[in-house]
């Protein structure tokens, strides 16, 4: 009968699963029962998906199998254990999909596919030609538009579909809702998630002067730059600039090859878990390969969460449904997330506010809390419930805010919940998204390609997951009686100079592993008439909280500053750091005045102050010497010009473009960009080693490995631009 049953599938399709982590219940690996689960069969054209059995329940548009393609240890019953194309193993688990054919011979899936991708419907092995292979739709036969865009072509009739296993059945606990796996009616408190471990107890509390505790991840890297080394006694110096940069620690438990054999990017005791919720757009306008591919995204996001992180997601359209409460990230969890996403559909409105509602709800009513916190909202529209178009048809926001006032990062209330906001599509409100993000201390990211979804989930999560300082706090001091600060320079991060402006302190809050920050500090440098020959600027302080030691580390003289103060020097060499974060700034600045210029109907205007701000960057000494930031600068500065070129351009992508390297600046954090993560790489000056690893695991998966192309662009920045 089992041979049967097998024959039989493989009549319907390619024999590829959606990898669901085994569950408890189901035990070792035994030959399972048509009633224990669904199907293990991935139709590939509407005729296959009739033929199935009618009373199989399958959702109705595709679901994230992209994202780990495996089959289960009972249908490899192959007698061979080897792929005849690469000649390699095949055991499950080693981080390979395999595919297995009409003729009942399996590969390796990234071998098949690139075997067949021309054309050859023979199997290596019998010779047996094939009717389903790996890949049905060359890329020829896609429109131009959408090769460009999405690496795999989904259908938008939503005929191809995957099939999850039956969840197990509900076990007693104590932690958890007694209702079903979706809450029809959600309850009126959000009290009901899943609690979190309890922290072990830990005695030594502080970490005083410069000591770090061993179970750590290593203290803050903090680097002074003065703007030039030596000042004459006889002379004054005014807004003399000195550079502070700092430098998160590594994430110990982040090896390479644990992503590679598709585990856990972090081992669970080596990062700060996670408390996530989503907020996902299902209107209608996500119907079809939009919907497809955010299936697909959610399920690379959930895979690579770990047992400690907590999930809760939302979907919204005309109002906002929770589908389950803050939940760990075990397999039985990521079944159930799996399930919740893949039976999601869309149609209706967009209702952000209510989405936002709702997710501060889950963040300020939960019983436990994971040591970081974040919300990710993706939305492809306009908000339709808070924007009226009044006559004249142009549309004017009400007065009831998007954002919650509960989330705003200066409300007083100790609630630091970031939202990182993903823009998509030509039709979203960026301005909106931007000033969510912005308001709460989250990222505004710009998705202008279908296809890029997955990979701006996973340099966010990239980061989210590699969280090793929190609350970094850091205190500036003038060293000599007679410094004041003049200005503190810190983008979007909460800074402020004491009252007699002898100090100031800018508070950074979280970093992830290896994120750097830089910061210019300004002062006035008078004459002096004194014997020694040097001169103490600054002292510089970090204190900030070790989510792994669950300490509080104090850094004193963590970057004091000195310059020397000879009777007369010579020629004056100016320090190219400083000199490539003033360009930083600049560019920055220009961007947001010719954002100003292009929005009152100023196009020229806008592409003139762009021209000139790279006129100015490329008479500067790093931009001569060729530093790589002041090179990435330029082709973000021209990218922006060109989409400024015209109204209809500047409207339907320039303005999200802009926004999202506003963002990012004023953040310093890596925010996907544009239409490809080619164009997000020219500025890729903060994205982290994490980040780069997530987004080259996210291309991998896509169709078993990835082009040399699509590995240049995971990698951060190059050192120059690639051609557009």
Same mark, same amino acid.
């Given at each position: 009968?089992?041979?049967?049953?097998?024959?039989?599938?493989?009549?319907? @399709?390619?024999? *590829? /699963?959606?990898?669901?982590?085994?569950?408890?219940? !189901?035990? %070792?690996?035994?030959? +399972?029962? $048509?009633?224990?689960?669904?199907?293990?069969?991935?139709?590939?054209?509407?005729?296959?998906?009739?033929?199935?059995?009618?009373?199989?329940?399958?959702?109705?548009?595709?679901?994230?199998?992209?994202?780990?393609?495996?089959?289960?240890?009972?249908?490899?019953?192959?007698?061979?254990?080897?792929?005849?194309?690469?000649?390699?193993?095949?055991?499950?688990?080693?981080?390979?999909?395999?595919?297995?054919?009409?003729?009942?011979?399996?590969?390796?899936?990234?071998?098949?596919?690139?075997?067949?991708?021309? @054309?050859?419907? *023979? /199997?290596?092995?019998?010779?047996?030609?094939?009717? !389903?292979? %790996?890949?049905?739709? +060359?890329? $020829?036969?896609?429109?131009?538009?959408?090769?460009?865009?999405?690496?795999?072509?989904?259908?938008?009739?939503?005929?191809?579909?995957?099939?999850?296993?039956?969840?197990?059945?509900?076990?007693?606990?104590?932690?958890?809702?007694?209702?079903?796996?979706?809450?029809?009616?959600?309850?009126?408190?959000?009290?009901?998630?899943?609690?979190?471990?309890?922290?072990?107890?830990?005695?030594?509390?502080?970490?005083?002067?410069?000591?770090?505790?061993?179970?750590?991840?290593?203290?803050?890297?903090?680097?002074?730059?003065?703007? *030039?080394?030596?000042?004459?006694?006889?002379?004054?110096?005014?807004?003399?600039?000195?550079?502070?940069?700092?430098?998160?620690?590594?994430?110990?438990?982040?090896?390479?090859?644990?992503?590679?054999?598709?585990?856990?990017?972090?081992?669970?005791?080596?990062?700060?878990?996670?408390?996530?919720?989503?907020?996902?757009?299902?209107?209608?306008?996500?119907?079809?390969?939009?919907?497809?591919?955010?299936?697909?995204?959610?399920?690379?996001?959930?895979?690579?969460?770990?047992?400690?992180?907590?999930?809760?997601?939302?979907?919204?359209?005309?109002?906002?449904?929770?589908?389950?409460?803050?939940?760990?990230?075990?397999?039985?969890?990521?079944?159930?997330?799996?399930?919740?996403?893949?039976?999601?559909?869309?149609?209706?409105?967009?209702?952000?506010?209510?989405?936002?509602?709702?997710?501060?709800?889950?963040?300020?009513?939960?019983?436990?809390?994971?040591?970081?916190?974040?919300?990710?909202?993706?939305?492809?529209?306009?908000?339709?419930?808070?924007?009226?178009?009044?006559?004249?048809?142009?549309?004017?926001?009400?007065?009831?805010?998007?954002?919650?006032?509960?989330?705003?990062?200066?409300?007083?209330?100790?609630?630091?919940?970031?939202?990182?906001?993903?823009?998509?599509?030509?039709?979203?409100?960026?301005?909106?998204?931007?000033?969510?993000?912005?308001?709460?201390?989250?990222?505004?990211?710009?998705?202008?390609?279908?296809?890029?979804?997955?990979?701006?989930?996973?340099?966010?999560?990239?980061?989210?997951?590699?969280?090793?300082?929190?609350?970094?706090?850091?205190?500036?001091?003038?060293?000599?009686?007679?410094?004041?600060?003049?200005?503190?320079?810190?983008?979007?991060?909460?800074?402020?100079?004491?009252?007699?402006?002898?100090?100031?302190?800018?508070?950074?809050?979280?970093?992830?592993?290896?994120?750097?920050?830089?910061?210019?500090?300004?002062?006035?440098?008078?004459?002096?008439?004194?014997?020694?020959?040097?001169?103490?600027?600054?002292?510089?302080?970090?204190?900030?909280?070790?989510?792994?030691?669950?300490?509080?580390?104090?850094?004193?003289?963590?970057?004091?500053?000195?310059?020397?103060?000879?009777?007369?020097?010579?020629?004056?060499?100016?320090?190219?750091?400083?000199?490539?974060?003033?360009?930083?700034?600049?560019?920055?600045?220009?961007?947001?005045?010719?954002?100003?210029?292009?929005?009152?109907?100023?196009?020229?205007?806008?592409?003139?102050?762009?021209?000139?701000?790279?006129?100015?960057?490329?008479?500067?000494?790093?931009?001569?010497?060729?530093?790589?930031?002041?090179?990435?600068?330029?082709?973000?500065?021209?990218?922006?010009?060109?989409?400024?070129?015209?109204?209809?351009?500047?409207?339907?992508?320039?303005?999200?473009?802009?926004?999202?390297?506003?963002?990012?600046?004023?953040?310093?954090?890596?925010?996907?960009?544009?239409?490809?993560?080619?164009?997000?790489?020219?500025?890729?000056?903060?994205?982290?080693?994490?980040?780069?690893?997530?987004?080259?695991?996210?291309?991998?998966?896509?169709?078993?490995?990835?082009?040399?192309?699509?590995?240049?662009?995971?990698?951060?920045?190059?050192?120059?631009?690639?051609?557009?």
């Amino acid at each position: 009968m089992g041979s049967k049953w097998r024959k039989a599938k493989l009549a319907l @399709g390619m024999n *590829i /699963c959606l990898y669901v982590p085994k569950t408890l219940e !189901e035990g %070792p690996a035994t030959a +399972p029962s $048509a009633a224990g689960r669904v199907s293990d069969v991935l139709p590939l054209s509407p005729a296959s998906a009739r033929s199935s059995d009618s009373q199989i329940n399958m959702p109705t548009t595709p679901t994230p199998s992209s994202s780990g393609l495996r089959l289960p240890k009972h249908s490899l019953k192959s007698s061979k254990k080897t792929c005849a194309i690469c000649l390699t193993s095949m055991k499950p688990g080693q981080g390979h999909a395999i595919f297995t054919a009409e003729c009942s011979h399996s590969f390796h899936f990234q071998c098949i596919t690139s075997n067949v991708k021309h @054309g050859n419907q *023979i /199997c290596p092995v019998c010779r047996a030609k094939w009717k !389903e292979i %790996p890949f049905q739709s +060359p890329v $020829a036969d896609i429109p131009q538009e959408r090769a460009r865009a999405n690496r795999v072509y989904w259908p938008q009739d939503d005929t191809w579909m995957a099939a999850l296993r039956r969840p197990p059945p509900p076990r007693a606990d104590s932690n958890r809702h007694s209702s079903s796996l979706f809450h029809v009616t959600e309850p009126g408190v959000f009290d009901d998630d899943e609690l979190v471990d309890p922290e072990p107890v830990c005695t030594n509390k502080t970490s005083p002067g410069n000591a770090v505790n061993t179970h750590s991840m290593g203290p803050v890297e903090v680097k002074t730059y003065p703007e *030039i080394s030596a000042v004459s006694k006889s002379a004054s110096h005014k807004d003399f600039c000195v550079l502070i940069h700092l430098k998160a620690p590594k994430a110990d438990g982040f090896p390479r090859s644990e992503l590679n054999q598709g585990e856990y990017p972090v081992t669970q005791n080596s990062r700060a878990p996670v408390d996530l919720v989503t907020l996902l757009d299902v209107s209608g306008s996500m119907a079809g390969t939009k919907l497809a591919l955010l299936k697909r995204a959610m399920g690379f996001v959930i895979q690579h969460l770990g047992p400690t992180d907590r999930l809760s997601v939302i979907a919204f359209s005309s109002s906002a449904r929770r589908l389950f409460p803050l939940r760990k990230m075990t397999d039985t969890g990521k079944q159930e997330a799996l399930q919740a996403v893949n039976s999601l559909s869309s149609n209706g409105g967009t209702n952000i506010a209510e989405a936002l509602r709702k997710g501060a709800k889950i963040m300020t009513e939960r019983r436990s809390k994971n040591q970081v916190s974040s919300i990710i909202l993706l939305s492809d529209g306009q908000d339709t419930y808070t924007v009226n178009s009044p006559r004249g048809g142009h549309p004017r926001v009400s007065q009831q805010p998007l954002l919650p006032n509960s989330m705003h990062r200066n409300n007083g209330t100790g609630l630091h919940i970031p939202v990182h906001a993903f823009g998509f599509g030509a039709d979203h409100d960026a301005v909106a998204m931007h000033s969510i993000s912005e308001s709460s201390g989250g990222t505004f990211s710009f998705i202008e390609a279908e296809g890029v979804i997955q990979d701006a989930f996973a340099q966010c999560i990239g980061g989210l997951l590699s969280v090793v300082v929190q609350e970094l706090r850091m205190e500036v001091e003038c060293s000599h009686p007679k410094l004041q600060l003049g200005s503190i320079k810190a983008g979007s991060y909460k800074s402020s100079l004491k009252s007699d402006k002898r100090g100031g302190v800018i508070e950074f809050g979280d970093l992830y592993a290896e994120e750097e920050r830089d910061f210019l500090v300004t002062l006035d440098i008078p004459a002096v008439d004194v014997s020694s020959n040097d001169m103490n600027l600054l002292n510089v302080k970090c204190i900030y909280n070790d989510p792994i030691s669950k300490t509080t580390v104090t850094m004193e003289h963590a970057g004091d500053v000195k310059i020397e103060r000879p009777n007369s020097i010579g020629q004056v060499l100016v320090s190219m750091e400083v000199d490539k974060q003033r360009n930083r700034l600049r560019a920055a600045e220009a961007m947001a005045e010719a954002k100003a210029a292009a929005d009152r109907g100023d196009l020229a205007g806008a592409v003139s102050i762009v021209e000139q701000s790279r006129k100015q960057l490329s008479e500067t000494v790093s931009a001569r010497a060729g530093d790589r930031l002041c090179v990435a600068l330029d082709a973000e500065l021209k990218e922006m010009q060109e989409r400024m070129a015209n109204r209809r351009i500047y409207e339907t992508s320039g303005r999200a473009y802009v926004l999202s390297g506003l963002s990012s600046h004023s953040w310093q954090r890596a925010t996907a960009r544009g239409d490809s993560t080619e164009s997000t790489s020219l500025v890729q000056a903060y994205q982290t080693p994490s980040m780069t690893e997530m987004i080259t695991r996210s291309q991998t998966m896509v169709l078993g490995s990835p082009s040399p192309r699509q590995l240049r662009q995971a990698r951060s920045f190059p050192s120059q631009p690639q051609p557009r």
